[in-house]
């Protein structure tokens, strides 16, 4: 989680995920801290579900894709589907949710009126596109 040390936001819904996935704690340290972590430590905070030695990682992976590859690709991806079914209801919320914020947000800007935008270093960030 390197965004905070770059200056940026965090991206590819991790901000949305990771606090469902590590709990809100774990997941608010390592985006605000960008702090690296070992195998074992992100195993015990659920990032990941087993540990392998260097050696026997390509097997290790293998024996799971072969169990895998022998269910019925139907049954494979009905379950996925499933359990991801209230993570995508979620996702759609949260997006509805930052949109209204955006528009509302654009709208109290304008209710402003010129003479009232923010002044300082991000003024720019709150004025209307020129020509608007």
């Known amino acids: 989680m390197p965004f905070t040390s770059l200056a940026v936001a965090p991206e590819a819904a ?9 709990g809100h704690q774990a997941a608010t340290w390592m985006l605000l801290s ?6 074992a430590e992100a195993h015990e905070m659920g990032l990941v579900w087993k540990l392998a030695e ?12 072969e169990v895998l590859a022998a269910k019925p690709i139907s049954s494979l991806v009905a379950c996925k589907r499933v359990m991801v079914a209230p993570l995508r209801e979620e996702i759609a919320a949260a997006r509805e949710l ?19 935008l923010r002044r300082g270093p991000r003024a720019r960030l709150h004025q209307p596109p020129a020509g608007w």
């Open 98 to 116: 930052r949109t209204s914020a955006s528009s509302t947000s654009w709208r109290s800007r304008q209710q402003r009126g010129p003479g009232r």
């Open 54 to 65: 260097p050696d026997d990682l390509l097997a290790e992976a293998r024996r799971h894709a």
């Open 34 to 39: 960008s702090e690296w972590i070992g195998a």
């Open 14 to 22: 991790s901000s949305f995920l990771f606090p469902r996935l590590l």
